[in-house]
């Protein structure tokens, strides 16, 4: 089975997360930024969700972290919590 590790950022709106995608796109580091502004709990690490498999996520979650491109910023991806910017940084077969 499948296995991933992400980080994330969780905000209220969708304008919020463009924002804060916008800055690490210009360079601010997204563990700073997850600290700041998530309204996650994993926001105080970093946004770091550890390992977890296909399935444990909510399936907008999942679909983004099982399928899209490993070390880039995806997002804004609206689930029932809010809006994400999601970090996939590892995924195995």
Do not use: N, W
Request: proline residues 3%; hydrophobic residues 35%.
């Amino acid at each position: 089975m499948a296995h991933a590790s992400a980080r994330h950022i969780l905000v209220k709106t969708e304008g919020e997360c463009e924002k804060l995608k916008k800055r690490i796109e210009d360079g601010e580091k997204f563990e700073k930024l997850a600290a700041e502004f998530s309204k996650c709990p994993s926001g105080q690490s970093g946004g770091d969700l550890g390992i977890f498999g296909p399935g444990q996520m909510v399936r907008e979650f999942d679909e983004v972290v099982f399928s899209q491109e490993v070390g880039k910023v995806h997002g804004p991806v609206q689930t029932q919590f809010g809006y994400h910017l999601i970090e996939i940084t590892m995924r195995d077969a």
